[in-house]
Structures are given as structure tokens and as C-alpha cells.
């Protein structure tokens, strides 16, 4: 298949992505898992841009050089896990390598079990690709581990409980990547409180210079594209260092800068909140209530 630059190609199916990978035919039409190194097309032979209507988690056994983190750049040479979900456009990199696994999984092989509602809530599957999952020695064993038991079940007769078990190797996997993410955060966190010391910069100034009643409430989207991280990479970074998401986050900024000005000027409720970045007055006194259980007023009259 050759690249069209112009429109991504829709792969529809996992059997049409192994045909154009010059790979033989999935052993299961809904689920598939791909040893990287049989790929039989050159990279030039890929559409330059592609998104696929099935969830891709890929483990790269190499990803040399270095990866960026936000603003900044750390050295990884263990390779690392990438997940997709579907719709989400991709590119072909001209550093690609056939190194690693890949495993296809189709929502419909996953739509009548819990996990076909839960999936959704591991947020690494919006990930950005520079927001990788670098695993330890220990951990890639793991990965590994759960792969050959998904590979093996595939090459089995099927029975009653072979997609029982698969499913169940899948929720195992997305498990223990979560718990990884987290150790990464962790061990990170250097990077992280870079991270963070900019959001409190960014968020400093939004309010401090009429940010907020020129262009309105700062979005975590708008945020994170300040940082250069995707929004979902921000909210988990976010909860892992201080125990509360993007959004919170943003909330716990507006209403400590209203305290200051409830407590240090004569504006009034309205003229802060429009200050704030606020159409109505009273979705800022909601919001302040729920946070301080005190009214604006309330909070100025007991401050003074």
C-alpha cells in the first residue's frame, strides 16, 4: 500500500491491518497479538497517516535517543509501551522499528464483559506517544509473561472459556500498566515537579494578567497544551504528586486567587468573578461554596 499524504487510511479490521503488513491471517478476527519482527512491508510501503477502530497496545523493545517529557528531554534505552485507542490518528515514524509486540484488541471482542465500559477509564490510552511507559527488567517480565499467555490461548482449540480468558489477560495487562504508570510518576518525579512549578507559573499568570477575563476560564486542554503534555497525562501526573486532577486543580488556583481578592480589594462578587474569567456571578458562588462551604460573602465578612 502506498502512503497517501492527503487522507489518513481507516484500517476497519485487524485482518485488513495484518494484510497490509504483509503478515499471515489473525488467528481470531476480533483479537490479535503481533510479533513485531514479522512484518514483511518497508515502512515507505505504510500510509503516512492511519487510525484504526480497534484499541492498539504496543511494547517497543527499542526507543533510542531520547524521548521528551513537557518541555524537556530524558534518555531511555529499555524501549516502552504505547496505547491507542481507536480513532486516534497516528504517523508513520521515519525511526520506526519491527521490534516488540503488538496486541489488536477489537471493542466488540471486549463489548459484553465489564471491561468494554471500564476500559475507558484508564486514561493512558490518550496518551500522548512521547508519554510512554518505560518498564524495569521486572516489569517487562511481567508484560511479557501475560503476552505468551494470550498467544498461547490463541494458537489452542477454542472453547466455551477461551474469550473469558483472554479478556481476562487483557484487564491484567491494562492493571498492571496502571500500577506502572503509577511507580513512573513516582520515579519521575523530578521531572514532574518541573512540571508541576510550571502549571503553577502558567496558572499565576493566566490570573494574574487578565487572562481570565479576556479569554475566560483556562481548560485543562488549554493547559496541557501549554505544557506540552496530553490532558489525561497532566490530570494522572497531577493526582499522583498532589491527590487531585487537572480540573481540581485549576478550581483550587481560582478559589485561593478569590480569597485574595475578596479578602484585599472592594470589588464586588460579580466583578470578581467576571474577573475570574466568569459569564455569571452565580456559577462562581456555587463553585466557591462547594469548595469552602461559605459564600463569597460569607467568607468576606468572616475574613474581616
Known sequence: MKKDKNIPHQFNSISELHRVLGLPKPLHPLVSLVDNTRIGVDKDQLPASFSFNFYKISFKKTLRGKIRYGQDYYDFDEGGMVFTSPNQLLATD???????????????????????????????????????????????????????????????????????????????????????????????????????????????????????????????????????????????????????????????????????KLSTTDLTVSEIAYELGFEHSQSFSKLFRSKTNQSPLEFRTSFN
Open 94 to 260: 521515519d525511526d520506526t522499528e519491527y521490534l516488540g509486540y503488538t496486541l489488536l484488541i477489537h471493542p466488540d471482542f471486549i463489548r459484553n464483559y465489564p471491561l468494554g465500559k471500564n476500559i475507558l477509564h484508564f486514561g493512558f490510552f490518550s496518551y500522548a506517544v512521547n508519554e510512554a511507559l518505560h518498564l524495569s527488567e521486572k516489569e517487562k517480565s511481567v508484560i511479557f509473561n501475560i503476552f505468551r499467555n494470550i498467544e498461547e490461548e490463541l494458537q489452542s482449540a477454542i472453547d466455551d472459556f477461551s474469550q473469558d480468558v483472554i479478556v481476562a489477560q487483557i484487564e491484567l495487562i491494562l492493571n498492571y500498566s496502571n500500577r506502572f504508570y503509577k511507580r513512573q510518576f513516582i520515579t519521575r518525579k523530578t521531572v514532574n515537579n518541573d512540571l508541576l512549578v510550571k502549571l503553577e507559573n502558567l496558572l499565576g499568570n493566566y490570573f494574574g494578567n487578565e487572562s481570565a477575563l479576556m479569554k475566560g476560564l483556562p481548560t485543562v486542554q488549554y493547559l496541557a497544551e501549554q505544557l506540552n503534555v496530553s490532558p489525561h497525562y497532566l490530570s494522572d501526573m497531577l493526582r499522583s504528586l498532589t491527590g487531585q486532577n487537572a480540573q481540581q486543580h485549576i478550581h483550587s488556583k481560582l478559589i485561593e486567587k478569590a480569597k485574595e
